[in-house]
């Protein structure tokens, strides 16, 4: 019962999403914004993804399909996160690993350009885990700036700019 029940889900969270992009429009722009007040960094998927240190339970309704209450709990619950594995290991104590991937669709962990591993550098598109290592072997960065002249060199233009909205303070 339990296994169908999560096929429903998913396949209503499917045909959401489906609908979402088709009705999205044909030429998204690559929106950031850095405004601490607001916690949506739009990327160039037109997908606004929530910062999980500062997300609001009522951001988190609206943006992911078919999300719960007690899922804003359990989110919230956690932080702050320090690492995408943190949210991975934590939210999969209650979803699947499928799930888990999909909520990552949705939000993002903010990025210590001094501490952050490997796994939680590759949220930033365009980013294999190579180059997060290469980026990772460049420590200390002095400066965001110095970190971000790094990263230039393995991300395009557009992907920079997404990234400049996940550094941390």
């Known amino acids: 019962?339990?296994?169908?029940?999560?096929?429903?889900?998913?396949?209503l969270l499917l045909i959401t999403t489906l609908a979402a992009c088709a009705t999205a429009p044909s030429n998204p722009?690559?929106?950031?914004?850095?405004?601490?007040?607001s916690s949506a960094?739009?990327?160039?998927?037109?997908?606004?993804?929530?910062?999980?240190?500062?997300?609001?339970?009522?951001?988190?309704?609206?943006?992911i399909p078919g999300f719960s209450s007690?899922?804003?709990?359990?989110?919230?619950?956690?932080?702050?996160?320090?690492?995408?594995?943190?949210?991975?290991?934590?939210?999969?104590?209650?979803v699947s690993d499928a799930q888990v991937a999909d909520y990552e669709n949705y939000v993002y962990v903010p990025?210590?350009?001094?501490?952050?591993?490997?796994a939680t550098l590759q949220q930033i598109p365009?980013?294999?885990?190579?180059?997060?290592e290469a980026l990772m072997t460049g420590r200390p960065?002095?400066?965001t700036d110095e970190f971000i002249a790094k990263l230039n060199?393995?991300?395009?233009?557009?992907?920079?700019?997404?990234?400049k909205t996940y550094l941390g303070d």
Do not use: C, H, W
């Open 1 to 11: 019962m339990k296994r169908t029940l999560n096929l429903i889900f998913l396949s």
């Open 29 to 37: 722009a690559s929106s950031t914004s850095n405004n601490s007040s």
């Open 41 to 63: 960094v739009t990327t160039s998927s037109n997908t606004a993804k929530l910062n999980l240190n500062t997300v609001t339970g009522d951001e988190l309704l609206t943006a």
């Open 70 to 94: 007690r899922m804003v709990r359990e989110f919230q619950e956690y932080r702050p996160y320090v690492s995408i594995q943190q949210f991975r290991r934590e939210i999969g104590k209650y």
């Open 111 to 118: 990025i210590a350009i001094n501490d952050s591993d490997a």
């Open 126 to 132: 365009g980013l294999d885990a190579s180059e997060a």
């Open 141 to 143: 960065y002095a400066s």
């Open 153 to 163: 060199g393995f991300v395009s233009t557009a992907e920079l700019e997404i990234a």
